[in-house]
């Protein structure tokens, strides 16, 4: 079977291409549009004067791809809005502001903020649009603020920071795929509450869930059970304790805490079985299958339509009506079909995570898993139930590995003990689950009931923390670009070409790949033989950094536990391949090539120096004159790390700024990095 004879398959690929170039590119929005009414309009003439189909077909077909490239860049286009001008970019509003805005999405707390993703209603009294992040600092006292919520406050816009360390996770990039560019920071005393009734079919399904917790924690359930019911059955994830993440996703088992295709085919089991005595009514089979669609759907957006959710509803839905139909499906069509309408509403859920993870570990557990089960065939019907889990396992596994390595850098080695365990239960887990909300909601649920599913999902968690520990067989750190993925993928698929078709053409492009693969590696070596000196950004403390080569000498005031598992020193690490960390104490005078670096802590020492310092480093908000220090020892720049108070920078930034001497304050700059 050729995979790429299927016509949608050509078409949701063509209109992927289209959606990366409008990415990318950033073309002219007018120019975009009349491009594709230009195709659309010689599509449709030659349609009409098409008579010889064998010998312009041919022509066709290049003109219908080309116009799915241009309905992928209109789409991603008309998804912007900050073409809107109404935006609250394009109307440059400055200073405080009187804003007005709507409650869209409640995100994860930090430890001093909880965070919301808004809908702009009115600035200035006039009418805006746009996105913004919300950080409002948390209290004891003030609850969550509900979905529709509408505020009116006044404040002004803040960027969202661009990382401040190299190879740092770049939130406002992630943002920006979801059309936030700006921030307010808010306490509870500055906003009015205008409105807490839902008014959207998120708002009202936030109330659900809410009351779904508000019954749960009545009947008895506890935080950290009550954060795993959240995350299994409501798909919210924003209370899971973080060391309860951690150890899922160092078992390899966080993709059960996400709702998608496996929690979503259980449901649609149970919805079968539920409603099967529909099939003996007169319109069953047209009934059921509308009924099952839209429980589905209901449960996708009560589950906050994440990437994974609305793959997995949405192909269902698509299996669920081809079976109506009486028509043979073909998971490919299947998957490309879901994929061509979510990415035609949603364009930008093609750069999601948990989109892309979602698609890979089908088509791997489809192209992949069939081989490995032919490699055994167990006699026995409870062997060959846990060989069959295990394959699927490790097909899915093999599918997401290469994109894992390039977003997470680690692998989890114990994936298949975990999953052979966990996912056995997981339908019961999920069963059960169920008739426990349903039970909590009709207000009938018997306490042995939750004793029993608390334990279940106590021994859940403590299972999982249990391979969790083992933290010789996690792989962590591991380096891994884009063009490594690239070639992996190339070579997965090459490697299954190889088994099933076993020519010489896919044998040679499997080789092939493996020589590029490792040649990448060995380059990546190579180019790693320079030096640097990195002043990083850490918040009260200092950090500095010698780099040589794959060698990375750390001097701190940290502690030495803490610094062993900073995400500063890992990002730097996987990104520059270093092997080595050696890890000392803060001097007071550093050299790297011929530059000298002088460090003035609290104790403000720098008199009666036998040498030129070139950098002086502040750190540790030291109470000198600045204006004489640099009068008496003429350095070439001032350097203050995030160890300082912020009202000294702020004055230290003003005496430099006078003196004409440049200031690099790594809060606001980033980190300093001499090569």
Same mark, same amino acid.
């Given at each position: 079977?050729?995979?790429?004879?299927?016509?949608?398959?050509?078409?949701?690929?063509?209109?992927?291409?289209?959606?990366?170039?409008?990415?990318?590119?950033?073309?002219?929005?007018?120019?975009?549009?009349?491009?594709?009414?230009?195709?659309?309009?010689?599509?449709?003439?030659?349609?009409?004067?098409?008579?010889?189909?064998?010998?312009?077909?041919?022509?066709?077909?290049?003109?219908?791809?080309?116009?799915?490239? $241009?309905?992928?860049?209109?789409?991603?286009?008309?998804?912007?809005?900050?073409?809107?001008?109404?935006?609250?970019?394009?109307?440059?509003?400055?200073?405080?502001?009187?804003?007005?805005?709507?409650?869209?999405?409640?995100?994860?707390?930090?430890?001093?903020?909880?965070?919301?993703?808004?809908?702009?209603?009115?600035?200035?009294?006039?009418?805006? $649009?746009?996105?913004?992040?919300?950080?409002?600092?948390?209290?004891?006292?003030?609850?969550?603020?509900?979905?529709?919520?509408?505020?009116?406050?006044?404040?002004?816009?803040?960027?969202?920071?661009?990382?401040?360390?190299?190879?740092?996770?770049?939130?406002?990039?992630?943002?920006?795929?979801?059309?936030?560019?700006?921030?307010?920071?808010?306490?509870?005393?500055?906003?009015?509450?205008?409105?807490?009734?839902?008014?959207?079919?998120?708002?009202?399904?936030?109330?659900?869930?809410?009351?779904?917790?508000?019954?749960?924690?009545?009947?008895?359930?506890?935080?950290?059970?009550? $954060?795993?019911?959240?995350?299994?059955?409501?798909?919210?994830?924003?209370?899971?304790?973080?060391?309860?993440?951690?150890?899922?996703?160092?078992?390899?088992?966080?993709?059960?805490?996400?709702?998608?295709?496996?929690?979503?085919?259980?449901?649609?089991?149970?919805?079968?079985?539920?409603?099967?005595?529909?099939?003996?009514?007169?319109?069953?089979?047209?009934?059921?299958?509308?009924?099952?669609?839209?429980?589905?759907?209901?449960?996708?957006?009560?589950?906050?339509?994440?990437?994974?959710?609305?793959?997995?509803?949405?192909?269902?839905?698509?299996?669920?009506?081809?079976?109506?139909?009486?028509?043979?499906?073909?998971?490919?069509?299947?998957?490309?079909?879901?994929?061509?309408?979510?990415?035609?509403?949603?364009?930008?859920?093609?750069?999601?995570?948990?989109?892309?993870?979602?698609?890979?570990?089908?088509?791997?557990?489809?192209?992949?898993?069939?081989?490995?089960?032919?490699?055994?065939?167990?006699?026995?019907?409870?062997?060959?139930?846990?060989?069959?889990?295990?394959?699927?396992?490790?097909?899915?596994?093999?599918?997401?590995?290469?994109?894992?390595?390039?977003?997470?850098?680690?692998?989890?080695?114990?994936?298949?003990? #975990?999953?052979?365990?966990?996912?056995?239960?997981?339908?019961?887990?999920?069963?059960?689950?169920?008739?426990?909300?349903?039970?909590?909601?009709?207000?009938?649920?018997?306490?042995?009931?939750?004793?029993?599913?608390?334990?279940?999902?106590?021994?859940?968690?403590?299972?999982?923390?249990?391979?969790?520990?083992?933290?010789?067989?996690?792989?962590?750190?591991?380096?891994?670009?884009?063009?490594?993925?690239?070639?992996?993928?190339?070579?997965?698929?090459?490697?299954?070409?190889?088994?099933?078709?076993?020519?010489?053409?896919?044998?040679?492009?499997?080789?092939?790949?493996?020589?590029?693969?490792?040649?990448?590696?060995?380059?990546?070596?190579?180019?790693?033989?320079?030096?640097?000196?990195?002043?990083?950004?850490?918040?009260?403390?200092?950090?500095?950094?010698?780099?040589?080569?794959?060698?990375?000498?750390?001097?701190?005031?940290?502690?030495?536990?803490?610094?062993?598992?900073?995400?500063?020193?890992?990002?730097?690490?996987?990104?520059?391949?270093?092997?080595?960390?050696?890890?000392?104490?803060?001097?007071?005078?550093?050299?790297?090539?011929?530059?000298?670096?002088?460090?003035?802590?609290?104790?403000?020492?720098?008199?009666?120096? #036998?040498?030129?310092?070139?950098?002086?480093?502040?750190?540790? #908000?030291?109470?000198?004159?600045?204006?004489?220090?640099?009068? #008496?020892?003429?350095?070439?720049?001032?350097?203050?790390?995030?160890?300082?108070?912020?009202?000294?920078?702020?004055?230290?930034?003003?005496?430099?700024?006078?003196?004409?001497?440049?200031?690099?304050?790594?809060?606001?700059?980033?980190?300093?990095?001499?090569?």
């Amino acid at each position: 079977m050729k995979l790429l004879n299927f016509k949608i398959i050509k078409l949701t690929a063509c209109l992927i291409l289209g959606i990366l170039i409008a990415h990318y590119f950033k073309l002219n929005f007018s120019i975009a549009i009349y491009l594709s009414l230009g195709l659309m309009a010689i599509l449709f003439i030659y349609y009409l004067g098409l008579k010889q189909k064998t010998n312009r077909s041919i022509y066709f077909a290049m003109l219908a791809y080309c116009c799915m490239v $241009s309905l992928g860049i209109n789409a991603y286009d008309i998804q912007d809005e900050k073409l809107q001008a109404k935006h609250y970019l394009n109307l440059k509003l400055e200073g405080y502001s009187e804003l007005k805005f709507k409650i869209k999405e409640r995100l994860k707390p930090d430890i001093y903020n909880d965070k919301y993703i808004v809908s702009l209603i009115s600035a200035n009294k006039s009418e805006a $649009s746009g996105q913004l992040l919300i950080n409002i600092k948390r209290d004891s006292i003030s609850g969550a603020l509900p979905i529709d919520a509408i505020i009116y406050t006044k404040s002004d816009l803040k960027d969202i920071q661009k990382p401040l360390n190299p190879y740092q996770f770049d939130y406002s990039k992630y943002l920006e795929l979801r059309q936030v560019y700006s921030q307010i920071y808010l306490q509870h005393n500055h906003f009015l509450l205008l409105s807490d009734q839902p008014t959207t079919i998120y708002g009202y399904a936030d109330l659900f869930r809410t009351s779904i917790n508000k019954k749960l924690i009545d009947a008895g359930f506890k935080d950290d059970v009550l $954060s795993i019911i959240n995350a299994l059955l409501l798909g919210q994830r924003q209370t899971i304790d973080k060391s309860i993440y951690n150890n899922y996703v160092n078992s390899g088992t966080i993709h059960i805490l996400a709702v998608s295709g496996l929690h979503v085919g259980i449901l649609l089991l149970i919805l079968n079985f539920i409603f099967r005595p529909l099939l003996l009514l007169k319109h069953g089979y047209v009934l059921r299958p509308i009924i099952i669609i839209t429980i589905l759907w209901l449960f996708a957006i009560v589950a906050g339509l994440s990437p994974s959710v609305t793959r997995a509803v949405t192909m269902f839905s698509i299996i669920s009506f081809a079976m109506h139909l009486k028509r043979p499906t073909n998971i490919y069509n299947t998957l490309a079909i879901s994929a061509f309408f979510i990415l035609l509403v949603k364009p930008t859920f093609l750069f999601e995570v948990g989109f892309q993870m979602s698609y890979l570990a089908i088509l791997s557990i489809v192209s992949i898993q069939p081989i490995l089960y032919k490699l055994w065939q167990p006699k026995y019907l409870i062997v060959d139930k846990f060989w069959q889990i295990f394959t699927v396992t490790l097909a899915a596994q093999a599918g997401v590995l290469p994109i894992s390595l390039f977003y997470f850098h680690q692998f989890p080695g114990l994936f298949f003990i #975990s999953n052979l365990v966990v996912i056995p239960f997981l339908g019961l887990i999920l069963g059960f689950g169920l008739f426990v909300i349903v039970m909590a909601l009709v207000g009938f649920l018997p306490k042995s009931i939750v004793e029993i599913y608390s334990l279940i999902i106590e021994s859940l968690n403590g299972f999982i923390a249990w391979v969790a520990q083992f933290e010789d067989f996690l792989f962590r750190d591991i380096p891994f670009y884009l063009i490594q993925v690239l070639i992996a993928y190339i070579l997965i698929i090459s490697a299954v070409q190889v088994y099933k078709l076993r020519t010489f053409k896919w044998l040679a492009i499997c080789l092939i790949s493996i020589i590029i693969l490792q040649g990448t590696y060995v380059f990546n070596k190579f180019q790693n033989k320079d030096e640097a000196f990195i002043v990083f950004n850490k918040s009260r403390v200092s950090i500095i950094g010698f780099k040589q080569n794959n060698r990375l000498e750390v001097h701190h005031n940290l502690d030495t536990s803490k610094l062993k598992n900073d995400n500063i020193l890992k990002n730097y690490k996987v990104g520059e391949f270093i092997d080595r960390v050696a890890l000392s104490k803060l001097k007071y005078v550093y050299q790297f090539k011929n530059k000298r670096l002088l460090i003035i802590d609290s104790l403000g020492i720098y008199k009666n120096l #036998s040498f030129q310092p070139d950098f002086i480093l502040l750190r540790d #908000s030291p109470k000198v004159n600045l204006e004489r220090v640099i009068d #008496s020892i003429k350095p070439q720049q001032i350097i203050a790390d995030a160890s300082n108070y912020k009202s000294y920078v702020k004055r230290w930034k003003i005496t430099c700024r006078d003196k004409k001497i440049p200031f690099h304050y790594t809060n606001e700059k980033g980190a300093f990095i001499l090569k």
